[in-house]
């Protein structure tokens, strides 16, 4: 564990190093407040800071405040040290954030005995800040593939899209579809299905760049976001999908299997204005034209499928029916 000693008087400073050094704790020393400031704003500050009260420029109180208005996340432990006794200047100290204050000159067991009070407080705000960030991943999540769910990729999408609208680039859409994935579950087992849908995720994911994006769209559709390409690259980019896919079969549980989806893709160069709801239609057109085509492939949207979209109802449930297991060709 880090801690920072901040503390303009020398004699002070060196007590407390050479009492937290022999406590077996990593010492960073400053002189000044302002020196402290500076160091627990960078990424890697200490964790527990130990802060005289009476310092050149910023003094203790003050840093304290800042820290907390500043800085609320990860939570820094505060240890005022003081020779002011009086209930009010207490007050003043633990209402600027301090979690605890120590009167000069103080007892070496009692400091001892607040820093491993501030461990232990440390210790229960990264466990909760764990949990909560679990229960988010969760929460954002497909379980089985460990891709954004459904609600996340469309969230993605919406933010995409604007972005793509205000940087004035094309955002390419891929809803990819496993090939007779329902055989693979009646002849093999779910089990079966499961090790398809992780082992097709992690090639799906390995043939994407880093700020592209995969989710589970539904039971074995996905959806990918291809930021910044335009026709020819996204039409690439599911080509080479395609291709990763077939390239070998997929080791399951009850032997090897050969897999391969199909892949509807849309980019919104050539239409800009479009909603997501409209260009996830026009994926889904293109993806059904796939599926006729014998599968095992790309198909990229066209002007009709856009005209299509524009004259339909666009609260029609075509995308609903597709995504919740609709019989393609």
């Known amino acids: ?30 002189e000044d407040g302002n020196a402290a400031w500076e160091l627990l704003k960078t990424s890697e500050a200490p964790r527990i800071v130990l802060l005289d009260w009476m310092m050149p420029g910023m003094n203790g109180v003050e840093v304290c ?53 501030g461990i232990r407080l440390l210790e229960l705000e990264d466990n909760l800040v764990e949990a909560r960030e679990a229960m988010r991943f969760k ?23 604007i972005r793509s609208r205000r940087e004035g680039v094309s ?29 097709v995720t992690r090639r799906m994911q390995s043939e994407i760049r880093p700020y592209d994006a995969v989710g589970r769209y539904g039971g074995e559709e996905f959806l990918i976001l291809l930021p910044g390409c335009g026709n020819t690259a996204t039409a690439e980019n599911a080509e080479r999908l ?22 509807g893709a849309v980019a919104t160069g050539d239409w800009p204005e479009d909603t997501a709801n409209r260009l996830l239609q026009m ?13 095992n492939q790309a198909v990229m949207a066209t002007a009709s499928d856009h005209q299509s979209v524009h004259v339909q109802d666009v609260h029609a449930p075509s995308l609903e029916l597709s995504s919740h297991g609709r019989e393609k060709p």
Request: hydrophobic share 40%; with cysteine.
């Open 1 to 30: 564990m880090n801690i920072l000693i901040a503390d303009d008087e020398p004699v002070s400073r060196r007590i407390l190093q050479g009492l937290l050094a022999k406590w077996g704790y990593t010492v960073v020393s400053v």
């Open 65 to 117: 405040r800042e820290l907390r208005r500043q800085r609320p996340a990860p939570y820094t432990y505060v240890l005022l040290l003081t020779a002011k006794d009086a209930k009010e200047s207490v007050v003043e100290g633990l209402e600027s954030g301090a979690d605890d204050y120590l009167t000069k000159p103080f007892n070496p067991q009692e400091l001892k005995a607040r820093i491993r009070v």
């Open 139 to 161: 929460a954002t999540h497909d379980t089985l593939t460990g891709v954004a769910n459904r609600g996340a990729i469309l969230e993605m999408m919406d933010r995409e899209i």
């Open 171 to 199: 955002l390419g859409v891929l809803i990819a579809d496993l090939d007779h994935f329902k055989m693979v579950n009646d002849s093999y087992g779910h089990l079966a299905g499961d090790d398809v849908l992780r082992e």
């Open 242 to 263: 395609c291709r990763a896919i077939m390239a070998q079969p997929i080791q399951a549980q009850s032997g090897l299997l050969n897999v391969s989806i199909s892949i």
């Open 283 to 295: 994926a889904d057109a293109a993806l059904y034209k796939a599926k006729e085509r014998g599968r």
